[in-house]
């Protein structure tokens, strides 16, 4: 199914259909996310809103229609992408809306596991720090690598499989008792 997250009704559409032809739903990982480089100074309301909307409100809007079959079955893992840079306050591409954004999915998340957890949900996030993928702003140059790994307490960018390994640790049974939780993915950036 493909569906823009950030059009709520085009969301429950999507939603609707993939739940009609499959099994009952069990797990959600809320991926879909946009960069933004724009500084604060130079920010205008329409870029503001397209990152808020796709970063934040397609979390929300995903999670509430999917959480409601969960309860049902009283069962679920849900794991949502947030970033470093709702840690830090910035990251190393994108700026302000970017930031502000996936510290909602933070709260989001936090707020979720509270309330879902006595249904049988678990929910969590994912914090990546530089991933080697085109949110970071397109290819990267040999000195822009070098510059983030940098930043880094090992030697290497992280790849998309290190995400993806980390999600689906949240998703299955060995996290059964994990929720509320945000898992930092980053090479130790948050620590350096």
């Known amino acids: 199914m493909v569906a823009d997250v950030s059009n709520e009704p085009a969301v429950i559409a999507a939603i609707d259909e993939l739940e009609a032809a499959l099994p009952p739903l069990a797990a959600l990982a809320n991926l879909a996310g946009v960069s933004s480089p724009v500084p604060y100074l130079e920010l205008t309301s329409d870029e503001w809103h397209r990152v808020i909307n796709i970063n934040l409100n397609g979390v929300h809007y995903v999670t509430h229609r999917v959480a ?37 999915v933070l ?68 996290s059964a008792y994990i929720t509320g939780h945000t898992l930092n993915v980053d090479g130790g950036l948050y620590m350096h």
């Open 68 to 104: 409601q079959s969960m309860v049902k079955h009283a069962y679920g893992r849900i794991v949502s992408v947030s970033s470093t840079s709702a840690q830090l306050g910035g990251g190393t591409y994108s700026k302000t809306p970017y930031s502000v954004a996936k510290a909602g």
């Open 107 to 174: 709260g989001l998340t936090r707020a979720l596991a509270r309330e879902l957890g006595p249904h049988g949900i678990t929910v969590n996030a994912i914090a990546p720090g530089p991933i080697d993928t085109d949110i970071m702003g397109g290819p990267l140059t040999p000195e822009r690598r070098e510059a983030l790994v940098d930043t880094l307490l090992i030697n290497h960018l992280g790849q998309p499989q290190d995400v993806a390994s980390a999600i689906a640790f949240l998703m299955s049974e060995d």
